[in-house]
């Protein structure tokens, strides 16, 4: 059974900087996507990025020149640099993933079967 486990969430003043992690654990098999999501009180949840076994990103526009998706295959670790927060990137952040081959990893929820139980980011002004 595979489970994904984020860490490196917390409080962070405006224009601060975290970086959260995400391990996997079991047989991973062939993960073709991984990606980042996040879900702030009262909203959906929605994507922030996400990365190609062969390293390729895509990021939503919200988040563009201030997060970076980068993956160690050596660790099965994905991580989330996130630089210039703001108070509306408070949420809880979740990392996912999916074994079904796209040549371009989505952005959508229904794309990935796979989900950690989130890290808390609270961003204060």
């Known amino acids: 059974q595979v489970q994904l486990v984020e860490s490196g969430g917390g409080s962070v003043q405006s224009g601060g900087s975290l970086r959260l992690s995400c391990a996997t654990f079991?047989?991973?098999?062939?993960?073709?996507?991984m990606a980042w999501f996040r879900q702030a009180p009262g909203k959906e949840r929605e994507a922030i990025g996400s990365?190609?076994?062969?390293?390729?990103?895509r990021y939503a526009d919200s988040v563009k020149g201030r997060f970076t998706i980068t993956q160690d295959n050596a660790k099965n670790t994905l991580y989330l640099e996130m630089n210039n927060l703001k108070p509306e990137d408070t949420a809880m952040y979740y990392c996912?993933?999916?074994?079904?081959?796209?040549?371009?990893?989505?952005?959508?929820?229904?794309?990935?079967?796979?989900w950690g139980q989130g890290t808390q980011v609270t961003v204060t002004s």
């Open positions: 990365i190609g076994s062969a390293g390729g990103t």
């Open positions: 079991g047989y991973t098999g062939n993960i073709n996507c």
């Open positions: 996912a993933a999916t074994w079904r081959y796209a040549s371009t990893c989505a952005l959508a929820l229904n794309a990935y079967s796979k």
